[in-house]
């Protein structure tokens, strides 16, 4: 009787166990459905998210391959997120893209660290069709148990958002360009009202005293005959030369400060088809001038065969003999020897010519390059800073840019550009 009870109890113990252990399987069970269920309704909703973006999400590996992209690939790229699938990412970018994404990545690997910030990259997408446009990307990383990598990345077609800021850029640099007109009109125009007075009877005097000196030689010639010493004809003649040349420099002077007082009123200075070589040779008795009082050898390379440009013939005479003046003035405190100031023009595409200035000085500091070309700014102790204002003022009129850089020689170069003829 007493082993019968035993077995019974053991029995009931087995079922109560048996019992117990199905309830607790059966939450487990239930638990799991639930957890389940919220990870499928949060990878449909993360799903929604990312077919909703307007962005472009992409995952790739460790090989740069995408492993997922959402819906916004087809608008920006031109390809589905199914054909992106198993493709390199750099399918998206051009050739210049393409080295440093390859390198950030491969350094990432190796490292365990960026070597830049990845968010907000900027650099140009490319189209299926082939063409580019503006871009903005972030990345992230993250570790995966098995210690491999994966990548995701926001891309943002950013042309719009360029666009704009490019007619920021503009706007904000025709208010700069205002602003050194306005420092530098006043000045300007005063200059110009005073000057053009003595520059006109310069201009005069010069003229009469050719045409005296033209009626006394021809008088003398009457009178003494064939007798006239030829030491004096030929002392004469360049007498004549000389003040012919007073007169017509005098002429010059008096048309770049009417120009530049057309300029700075914002009146319209009026341009025409012209050669660069005509312009250096007209301006080049200046600075060959310029360069024999300061010592220096002056070297021109400018063909004739270059388009012409669109221009004011005198304003970029001015430019240009302004910046040979510039050039020999860096150059005071090297030797002699080593002074030289060459003027140059090439064609650099996009409908332009470049012309440059440079010298053999020792170059321009970090602070110089930045501030050169802004009104009352100057290096030297007896500059007002107007000149290099006036410089950019012009070539920005004239639809161009100016600039200002150390070569790696020693020295500096300035460099501006003038629109090709038939282009503005």
């Not at 005097?205 to 030929?234: F, I, K, W, Y």
């Not at 090439?346 to 802004?374: K, P, R, T």
Request: charged share 25%; glycine share 6%.
């Amino acid at each position: 009787m007493t082993k019968t009870k035993t077995s019974v109890k053991a029995s009931e113990v087995d079922h109560a166990a048996l019992a117990s252990e199905n309830r607790r399987l059966k939450s487990e069970l239930t638990q799991l459905k639930a957890a389940d269920q919220f990870v499928r309704e949060r990878e449909q909703v993360l799903q929604i998210i990312l077919d909703s973006a307007t962005d472009v999400i992409v995952t790739i590996n460790e090989q740069s391959e995408i492993v997922h992209a959402n819906a916004a690939a087809y608008q920006t790229f031109g390809y589905s997120a199914a054909e992106l699938t198993g493709l390199p990412l750099t399918i998206l970018m051009p050739e210049i893209a393409k080295e440093r994404h390859h390198a950030d990545i491969s350094t990432f690997l190796r490292t365990g660290t960026q070597q830049r910030s990845w968010q907000g990259l900027r650099f140009n997408g490319l189209h299926r069709d082939g063409h580019e446009f503006p871009i903005e990307m972030s990345f992230g990383a993250m570790r995966r148990p098995d210690g491999t990598y994966r990548f995701t990345g926001i891309i943002r077609d950013i042309t719009k958002l360029a666009e704009a800021e490019e007619i920021k850029r503009q706007q904000l640099g025709e208010l700069a360009h205002r602003q050194r007109l306005l420092s530098v009109g006043e000045m300007a125009s005063g200059l110009a009202h005073e000057l053009n007075q003595p520059l006109l009877a310069i201009c005069l005097q010069a003229d009469a005293a050719a045409e005296r000196l033209q009626r006394m030689l021809g008088a003398n010639s009457r009178h003494t005959g064939p007798g006239v010493c030829e030491t004096d004809e030929a002392a004469t003649s360049k007498l004549q030369t000389s003040l012919s040349e007073i007169a017509n420099q005098a002429e010059r002077a008096s048309r770049v400060i009417r120009s530049v007082r057309s300029l700075v009123r914002r009146e319209e200075v009026p341009r025409a088809r012209v050669s660069l070589a005509k312009i250096a040779t007209d301006v080049l008795p200046i600075c060959e001038h310029c360069c024999d009082q300061g010592g220096s050898q002056l070297v021109v390379d400018v063909s004739r065969s270059l388009p012409d440009v669109i221009a004011e013939e005198t304003l970029i005479g001015q430019v240009i003999a302004n910046l040979v003046q510039n050039a020999v003035t860096a150059m005071k405190d090297i030797p002699q020897s080593n002074r030289r100031v060459a003027i140059s023009a090439d064609e650099i595409g996009n409908n332009q010519i470049q012309v440059s200035v440079s010298d053999a000085g020792e170059g321009l500091s970090a602070e110089a390059i930045d501030h050169l070309f802004e009104s009352f700014y100057t290096t030297r102790s007896d500059g007002l800073g107007l000149g290099l204002a006036i410089c950019r003022s012009i070539i920005e009129t004239h639809g161009g840019h100016i600039r200002a850089e150390n070569v790696p020689d020693g020295g500096a170069v300035f460099s501006f550009t003038l629109p090709v003829s038939g282009t503005v």
